[in-house]
């Protein structure tokens, strides 16, 4: 069965600085591997995807994340945090022969001005 | 395209009565998802559709839980009775290609 851990429940970085969000995953095949971002009161929101090709995806608001298959990780990385990058991050994991997404617990990013 | 539309945005109810959640999906989007949120449980997807077909209902807890999708562009939720631990943020989400998904802003349901 495919799941998906974040290991960290808060991360805490201060304007400016590089910031990390952790995510392994575990499925039986190739994985689709995703971030969401949530604000306060609001539906989750893409930020990227990784399916196939190049291993370092860029996405939305200046986010990135690496694959790794050999470490089984998809860690979400941004160079410069910015206050209102403040907001709950989930990862998620689709094995390709199935139809749903495993969301992780999510990791809440504290950005500190 | 508006987005994914949920209603109502918020729902206090009384233990025992029955909830309906409403969900307009964007349209051109074949897949349909329900899930909730609470703190406790985090995120768990209820429920989702392909075409307005019912594909996976294994997440839905019990059946006092209900899904219909009778067109491309509306489904509902209802849960009767509702009980006080069904209290959550309720979301719904489309998709094209059930990868990358769009989630509406979310129904915060309250059963006293």
């Known amino acids: 069965a495919q799941s998906v851990a974040q290991p960290e429940d808060q991360v805490n970085v201060a304007e400016g600085n590089p910031l990390t969000v952790k995510c392994t995953y575990s499925?039986?095949?190739?994985?689709?591997l995703f971030w969401y971002v949530q604000y306060p009161n609001r539906g989750l929101q893409f930020l990227l995807k990784?399916?196939?090709?190049?291993?370092l995806v860029k996405g939305s608001y200046g986010f990135e994340a690496e694959f790794n298959k050999s470490q089984t990780s998809f860690h979400l990385k941004k160079p410069s945090a910015l206050v209102s990058d403040s907001a709950l991050y989930f990862c998620?994991?689709?094995?390709?022969?199935?139809?749903?997404?495993?969301f992780g617990t999510g990791t809440r990013l504290l950005v500190s001005p | 395209d508006a987005g994914v539309i949920q209603s109502p945005r918020h729902e206090v109810t009384e233990m025992g009565q029955e909830v309906t959640l409403r969900c307009k999906p964007i349209?051109?989007?074949?897949?349909l998802f329900w899930y909730r949120q609470t703190m406790m449980r985090g995120l768990e997807l209820l429920i989702y559709?392909?075409?307005?077909?019912?594909?996976?209902d294994s997440g839905m807890p019990e059946d006092r839980f209900s899904a219909k999708m009778p067109n491309a562009s509306f489904s509902t939720l209802k849960i009767q009775p509702s009980e006080p631990r069904d209290s959550a943020v309720y979301f719904c989400?489309?998709?094209?290609?059930?990868?990358?998904?769009?989630f509406g802003p979310g129904t915060r349901l309250t059963v006293l």
């Open positions: 559709f392909n075409n307005n077909v019912p594909i996976d």
């Open positions: 499925v039986s095949g190739n994985p689709y």
């Open positions: 349209s051109g989007h074949d897949y």
């Open positions: 990784y399916i196939t090709g190049d291993n």
């Open positions: 989400a489309s998709s094209r290609d059930y990868n990358e998904q769009f």
């Open positions: 998620a994991v689709r094995d390709p022969g199935f139809q749903k997404l495993v």
